[in-house]
Every structure is written in C-alpha cells, then in structure tokens.
C-alpha cells in the first residue's frame, strides 16, 4: 500500500513534487529517502513542492517541519512551494507555525529562492 | 434528513479513511474547498487521537440540517481511558505525545461547534459540527 515520492537531481538541488494525500507511513519513509539522497548526491538546496495538497494536518506538518530541521543539520536548505490558501487557512488556525521555513508561490520562484540562498 | 457513514480507527490506515470520507461528505454536502480542508484536517486530527490514545474507537460522518441551512456533523468516540482534565486539553499547546497532535483547540477552532463528553476509564465521545453558510 506504500508509495515512495520520487526526488529527482537538478544540478546541485533535488526536486520533489508531492502529487497525492500523504499517508504517515508515506511521509515518514520520504523523511527517510530525502535524507539518503542529501547524502549520496551531496545537494545544496532542496524545493519541496506541495501545489496539489489540498490539506495538512498537524502530522504531516511536524514531518515536514522535522525533514526540513534535519536537512538543516545536513547543511542543505529547502524551499517549500505551492502551499494552497486553503492549506494555508487550516495550518494557521490549526495553530500550526512552520516558522523559520523559506517558502515560495511556485516551483520557479522556489527554485530562484532556493539559488541565492545558496549564493549567501 | 440524516445520512452517516462511518470508519472504525484501528490501524493508522483507517485515519486515511475518515479524512477520505470526510471530505467527500463535506463535497457532497456543497461546502467550499476551504471548509472541506477545514473539515478533513479536523478529522484527521480526531482519528489520530483515537489511534493514538484510545487504540481504537470510530468517526461518524453525518449530514444534518439546522433551519435551513445543511452540514456536517463529526462524532469521534472511543472507549479508551477517558479525559482526565478537560479544561488542561483545550488549553492550547497542551500535549502528552510530544506534540503529535495540533491538539483539541485547534480541532475547535476548524469547526463551527465542539463537544467532548468523556468518563475515566470508560472512553470519549466528541462531537464537531460545521454549517454551510
């Protein structure tokens, strides 16, 4: 029943684009897969793209928070893109702060976001 | 009118299910996609508390109507160890898993109406509503 989310490679960033609800064995093994990547690719920066998630609920907000610390302990950072206004409304009132986290309309912007981060 | 359905919440995959069901009932019942993720994030994180400290118990959905205007009716319940404290779990930032959960005042305030009847020892029953507007 498990399903993994693809990470692709661009240059020094990895890509990941979540195109369904995610289950909490889902989210936990991509914590897991994001991490490996970072490693074996030796990558920069990460975009994490979220445009087709249509809720959040305080799990997978906490895994994501969690994925975005530990690839902060591995010296890369992540862009979060796409968060839809209904996401965004329930996260907020959930009263669920994803402080300290760079966040961008859309992957270009994340992406360009993401580049001079990496410049600094 | 009063149409339900419900999940039983035994294993993490069933917390999939409520929010499936709960999301195609607040489609059905014609609310917008805001109060849909309002409602679906809701029973997620009412079904993540049954799983989490009840083991198990079950959500029902049901359609009601109040006046004119239709909604959603949630009922969480479970016959795990009760609330001890209530006042201390509507306080925000209150947790015992090491926040897991947003908690019940974040389910409250996704929600139009929040009940919580519960007896040490012999479970919790909480009720939820939203009404389309």
Same mark, same amino acid.
């Given at each position: 029943m498990m399903t993994r989310i693809p990470i692709l490679k661009l240059r020094d960033c990895l890509i990941v684009s979540i195109q369904w609800e995610l289950d909490d064995q889902t989210a936990l093994s991509f914590q897991e897969d994001l991490l490996d990547k970072l490693h074996t690719t030796s990558a920069r920066g990460v975009v994490l793209d979220?445009?087709?998630?249509?809720f959040i609920d305080s799990f997978i907000a906490k895994v994501l928070g969690d994925v975005i610390s530990m690839s902060g302990l591995m010296g890369a950072k992540v862009v979060i893109t796409g968060i839809q206004p209904a996401v965004a409304i329930t996260l907020i009132e959930l009263g669920i702060r994803l402080e300290n986290v760079v966040t961008a309309l859309d992957l270009e912007n994340g992406l360009e976001k993401l580049e001079r981060e990496l410049e600094d | 009118m009063n149409l339900r359905s419900s999940v039983d919440i035994i294993t993490e995959w069933d917390i999939v299910a409520a929010r499936q069901l709960g999301r195609n009932e607040a489609k059905d019942v014609g609310f917008g996609t805001v109060d849909q993720a309002r409602i679906t994030t809701a029973i997620s994180e009412l079904a993540r508390n049954i799983y989490l400290y009840a083991g198990k118990g079950k959500i029902e959905i049901r359609q009601i109507t109040d006046g004119n205007l239709k909604g959603l009716l949630v009922i969480a319940s479970d016959?795990?160890?009760?609330?001890?404290?209530v006042r201390k779990v509507m306080?925000?930032?209150? @947790? @015992?898993?090491?926040?897991l959960g947003a908690g019940l005042p974040g389910v409250k305030r996704l929600m139009d109406d929040f009940k919580i009847e519960t007896v040490l020892g012999e479970g919790t029953t909480i009720s939820a509503s939203k009404l389309l507007r």
């Open positions: 979220l445009t087709p998630i249509d | 016959k795990g160890p009760g609330i001890a404290d306080e925000d930032g209150y @947790t @015992t898993s090491g926040g």
